[in-house]
């Protein structure tokens, strides 16, 4: 999944509109490849994880919803202006003699791709882990952050 970081806001409406549609196509997907008429193609799965992006005049910030993910099993990369977090999520072990009643939360593969907006001075880029949540942290290009100018 793609996703391209503009410097405006967007109507959280819209947003959940447009993110509800994605989950839906997702789950049309999910559904044909686990169907019995597909069974080499089980276990291919990938998701995306829930983000938000916030921005003041110095970075941007983007937080990565991972609960259950350690940093150890996610790769951070960045190219073309493309940033993409990639990782697994393992699944739990059932306890001998136990099924499942209910089974929602996601595991496998998953993988978020971002276009970054122009300006981020990539080799400052950093991130970190905490509480299931990763933040990274895209500091601004001095060019790009805003400037007063003061008449002489």
Known sequence: MLVQVRRYPIQNSLWNEIANFESDIDSVFENFFNADVAPA?????????????V???NETMLVAE???VSKEDIKISMENNLLTIAG???S????EKANWVRNEIRTGDFVRTIQLPEGIATEKISAEMNNGLL??????AEEVKPREIRIQ
């Open 41 to 53: 193609l089980r276990g291919v799965q990938k998701y995306a994880p829930a983000i938000d992006v």
């Open 55 to 57: 921005e003041n005049e």
């Open 66 to 68: 991972l609960p259950g």
């Open 88 to 90: 697994s999520r393992k």
């Open 92 to 95: 739990n072990a059932l306890p």
């Open 135 to 140: 933040k990274v942290t895209l500091p601004k």
